[in-house]
């Protein structure tokens, strides 16, 4: 490929000009949030394919526990065969205004050395949030993506990944997590990526939109919405505001370097002091000429090899130009691909530029 095709693909997504977006895509309100769940519960019909009762020995303590809540009593010291069973964790992801009666997808991970899931029943399994509090309740038939077999010879193949599962819709919404949009006077919308600029702008759009003194700005990420008191207005009110087009401040100067696969992403905004750069790689060419030493008649000497070596020093492609002051994106792209450098060399020259203090922007090696 191309070094000037290249360069130009990496900077085609932020050589362009700052598009106005919408508030919703550049902000979420306050409070109005995911919440995780989580649980522990039992997956059982497995066709074999579950937890070894000698070395998952909680599995079949829970089992025990789980029977004796249904008022099965076993003896004392049967050893529970669970190899149909596996003690697994459930976990989910609860959306805001999420209403009791509603179903959420979850996902089951085996907790033990259970080979797979396949074909397995999540038994009612409670979902709690931090606060310790149930606010789920999950059960259903697992549906695995993954696949594992074994032959008797102990050959066995492996398809993704057999001991993690979900159910779609396996869990029913208990009760509502509670949400500060109702009641609250005033509300806060927060930046995804914290701006001054940005913050400012959005309050500007919303009062001009809504009169004066709607909005302010609290920081670089927050900007105070005042809201009407009924919930019913509150939720056109916020319809109208998440639709209002913003242009967002521009990006810190940045270079992203992909160390791995060599990738250089640049923002438009970088610009280089005066420097000086110089490109060239040195090259040492090592060959070997062996020599045969063959003695004189009657000398009584025997033939040898003798090593003869010859080291070369080249420098090539040496070359060497200059940036004026405040140099821009376009024309630091221009004087690499000039030179002919490759995506490592510009690597090496933005690093150089980094150190000597001639960048004027944030260089990231990821």
């Known amino acids: ?143 695995v993506g993954g696949l594992s077999a074994e032959g008797r010879d102990g050959s066995k193949i492996t398809v993704n990944v057999p001991s993690v599962g979900r159910i779609p819709n396996g869990a029913t919404v208990e009760q509502a997590v509670p949400t500060p949009f109702p009641e609250a006077k005033y509300l806060t919308l927060n930046l995804h990526q914290p701006d001054f600029t940005t913050a400012e702008r959005i309050a500007a759009a919303i009062n001009k939109t809504f009169g004066p003194g709607t909005a302010k700005p609290l920081d670089s990420a927050s900007v105070q919405v005042a809201a009407p008191e009924d919930p019913a207005q509150k939720v056109s009110f916020f319809s109208l505001i998440e639709n209002l087009s913003v242009e967002p401040g521009e990006a810190a100067a940045k270079v992203i370097v992909n160390s791995r696969t060599g990738t250089v992403v640049i923002s438009r905004n970088v610009r280089v002091l005066p420097a000086a750069v110089s490109h060239g790689n040195l090259v040492v060419t090592i060959r070997e000429h062996p020599e045969v030493s063959q003695p004189q008649p009657f000398a009584q000497g025997t033939t040898q090899v003798v090593p003869r070596s010859e080291v070369k020093i080249e420098e090539e492609g040496k070359r060497m130009f200059v940036f004026d002051p405040g140099v821009t994106l376009d024309e630091l792209v221009r004087a690499v691909n000039q030179v002919g450098a490759a995506p490592s060399d510009l690597v090496a020259i933005l690093e150089a530029l980094k150190s000597a203090g001639a960048l004027q922007a944030e260089l990231i090696v990821i």
């Open 1 to 143: 490929m191309d070094r000037k095709f290249w360069l130009g693909i990496a900077l085609l997504g932020l050589s362009l000009a700052a598009q106005a977006e919408r508030i919703k895509d550049l902000a979420t309100v306050a409070g109005v949030r995911d919440n995780q769940l989580i649980g522990y519960g039992l997956v059982v019909g497995l066709n074999g394919t579950g937890d070894n009762p000698t070395s998952a020995r909680f599995t079949g303590q829970t089992l025990r526990n789980f029977l004796a809540n249904l008022g099965v009593t076993l003896p004392p010291g049967i050893n529970l065969r669970t190899k149909n069973v596996a003690a697994v964790s459930v976990h989910a992801t609860l959306p805001p205004f999420a209403k009791p009666g509603q179903t959420i997808d979850v996902t089951v991970s085996s907790l033990g050395d259970a080979k797979s899931l396949r074909g397995g029943s999540l038994l009612m399994t409670p979902l709690k949030g931090a606060d310790g509090q149930v606010y789920a309740i999950a059960q259903g038939e697992l549906l």
